[in-house]
């Protein structure tokens, strides 16, 4: 499989991770995920699109610096990377936001400190890091197997 539609699987699935994760907890807690009822529908959306953004960018420069250098991706240092940057863009993203909607600035911390701990933050945060590693695993076993990316005799 190419590594190009890797990446984008992988951002799909981590989407597909984060909404049903998500959904279960909004369900079982019975609350929202953003309890802000000032902060309209696309906030919560915004912020799991720039945790995507973060999925696909990890792969695509993993999957580039490898074939770069003639290696195998590597998997840890990647896949924490994603986490911790996918966290951090959250809540960048969720503060800039809803600072905006509320135009006042004290909002960009107050925003960030309450979500910080929270379950769609952290959820996401981790999700973004079991993609990122299954995908380079995935990837890895392909360049074990003796399969060059985006070539198979089978098709």
């Known amino acids: 499989m190419s590594r190009g539609l890797l990446a984008i699987m992988a951002t799909v699935t981590h989407l597909g991770l984060v909404v049903l994760t998500i959904g279960i907890v909004s369900y079982a807690s019975n609350r929202d995920v953003i309890v802000e009822q000032d902060a309209g529908t696309l906030l919560g959306p915004a912020m799991v699109l720039a945790a995507m953004a973060v999925v696909f960018l990890t792969l695509a420069r993993s999957f580039g610096v490898a074939e770069r250098d003639g290696v195998t991706p ?46 769609f933050v952290v959820v996401s945060a981790v999700w973004a890091a079991a ?19 985006g070539h198979h005799d089978d098709l």
């Open 131 to 149: 993609v990122v590693a299954g995908t380079l695993l995935v990837a890895r076993h392909e360049a074990a197997a003796g399969r060059p990316s």
């Open 74 to 119: 590597r998997i840890l240092p990647p896949a924490v990377v994603a986490a911790v940057v996918a966290f951090v863009a959250m809540l960048l993203v969720g503060s800039g936001i809803y600072a905006l909607e509320r135009g006042e600035a004290v909002w960009l911390v107050l925003f960030a400190g309450r979500y910080a701990s929270s379950a």
